[in-house]
């Protein structure tokens, strides 16, 4: 059990690579309870929403439609990455993550006094009206949450991808952060143990936080605080494409991306060599130097990968060398999205 | 935990086994693979190198850390076992099996200041 933004959660319940090919393979659950959902309401709260976020909320016209956006500070650092769901008019909920949640809540609040807006922010994290959160992901994962919960079945049977919808209490929303098919289940916090209780004797894989990290480094996704904290730009992070710079729409920290532009590329490494790409590990190219931001062993390619933020010159299909204790290792530069439902891309 | 009594530790977490021939057999403990989890990399030294006691000789590395292996004493590697190397979850499924290399030690004298499984065992149950 390690802490996790003042959660205790458990990096493995037995075996981290047996668990994260569970969810290759078959399907495997995430309890995500630490995450925080925050419900918007108010006649204002898309306008709230669109000046709050990189993202353009104007894209969520369908209720259930779900949006990946990050939160800028004004110098263009991202205060966080999260996700917004449409649920009706004037109703959103963002869910954000658990070690910035205070942070997030704290500076949503502010722009809301700022803007003198109409909005009412709620977190749902305590209380009886406290959600929790399980991920299930893998093949097999949609197949096994309606085997547990049929009532549910026709809610979200026919949910495409980063939609979500209502069936009774749940909130079930086809989304993740393995690369994988499945569900992130919200419901209310007593009901969890049970759901829990019944995946898992469905044959759903308990997963920790160990299989978290190395699903989503496959799945090429960014983990907040490691791939972009408030000194990184999201243009510097990958995550161009969910900004918008050229809509006249204004939002916190455009002037500043818009005068600072791209600096770096941030792409994916597959080390050559024997070794274990890390964080932090130095990169050195011809082009300059860059340096790992997440890196671990990839499971289901056995080898090493990393994200990594490189000189703008560096291009995919380039070898590079990464400094491991006292030696340099070949890399290959690839597109930062390793493994999709179960096949290797790169 | 498993901490079998016909073998010397180290507080560094190896476990040593003194051979008939002088040499001893290194590897690393089951607490200490349990702790680093699913083991996916050994790098192990040349035959023939040198190293002082509490040198840093090897290298293993789980999906979640790097932990280094030190010599337990002062001496010079004899041999490695390539099957660590080829496939670390051998250390995982089990850790007094699968070592990691073995050494001649520059005096035998030395090994007597190795832990033995009792002495081990309380610096285990003190972390």
Request: net charge neutral; no cysteine.
């Given at each position: 059990m390690v802490d996790f933004g003042g959660w205790e959660m458990p990096?493995?319940?037995?075996?981290q690579i047996e668990e994260h090919h569970a969810v290759r393979r078959g399907a495997g659950m995430f309890d995500v309870s630490h995450m925080c959902a925050v419900d918007v309401d108010g006649a204002d709260s898309a306008a709230f929403l669109r000046r709050l976020l990189a993202n353009n909320i104007d894209k969520l016209q369908v209720a259930g439609k779900a949006l990946y956006s990050a939160m800028l500070n004004e110098a263009g650092g991202v205060i966080d990455d999260l996700i917004v769901y449409y649920l009706e008019e004037n109703s959103y909920r963002v869910v954000v993550n658990a070690s910035t949640a205070i942070k997030d809540l704290r500076w949503m609040a502010e722009r809301l006094a700022d803007w003198q807006l109409a909005a009412t922010i709620t977190p749902r994290r305590e209380g009886a009206d406290a959600l929790a959160m399980i991920a299930v992901q893998g093949p097999e994962a949609r197949q096994k949450v309606w085997q547990v919960l049929p009532g549910c079945r026709s809610a979200c049977e026919s949910l495409q991808p980063f939609f979500a919808a209502r069936s009774g209490d749940f909130f079930i929303a086809r989304t993740g952060y393995t690369g994988e098919d499945g569900y992130e289940i919200t419901l209310p916090a007593e009901q969890a143990s049970k759901l829990w209780t019944a995946l898992a004797g469905a044959g759903v894989q308990p997963c920790g936080l160990g299989a978290r990290d190395t699903l989503r480094l496959e799945a090429g996704m960014n983990l907040y605080g490691q791939d972009m904290d408030e000194s990184i730009s999201p243009l510097d992070a990958g995550l161009a494409w969910t900004v918008d710079l050229i809509a006249a729409r204004d939002f916190v920290g455009k002037a500043a991306l818009v005068a600072r532009g791209q600096q770096q590329h941030f792409l994916g490494l597959v080390l050559k060599d024997r070794g274990v790409l890390r964080a932090h590990q130095k990169v050195v190219s011809s082009q300059g130097a860059g340096e790992i931001t997440s890196g671990s062993f990839s499971p289901t390619m056995q080898q090493s990968i990393a994200l990594a933020r490189l000189p703008l010159a560096v291009a995919i299909n380039d070898t590079v060398e990464v400094a491991i204790r006292d030696k340099l290792l070949a890399a290959r530069v690839v597109k930062p999205c390793f493994v999709r439902n179960g096949n290797v891309l790169v | 935990m498993n901490i079998p009594s016909d073998l010397k530790y180290t507080r560094n977490h190896e476990w040593v086994r003194t051979e008939a021939d002088g040499t001893i057999t290194v590897g690393i403990t089951d607490h200490a693979q349990e702790l680093l989890g699913d083991l996916v990399f050994v790098e192990l030294p040349d035959v023939g190198i040198e190293f002082s006691a509490e040198q840093e000789v090897a290298v293993v590395e789980s999906v979640k850390a790097a932990s280094d292996v030190y010599a337990p004493v002062t001496g010079s590697i004899v041999e490695i076992n390539p099957t660590a190397v080829e496939s670390p979850e051998v250390v995982n499924q089990d850790a007094y099996a699968a070592w990691l290399f073995k050494m001649k030690p520059a005096a035998a004298a030395d090994l007597d200041a190795l832990l033995d499984a009792s002495a081990y065992q309380q610096i285990v149950d003190a972390a």
């Open positions: 990096l493995h319940y037995g075996s | -």
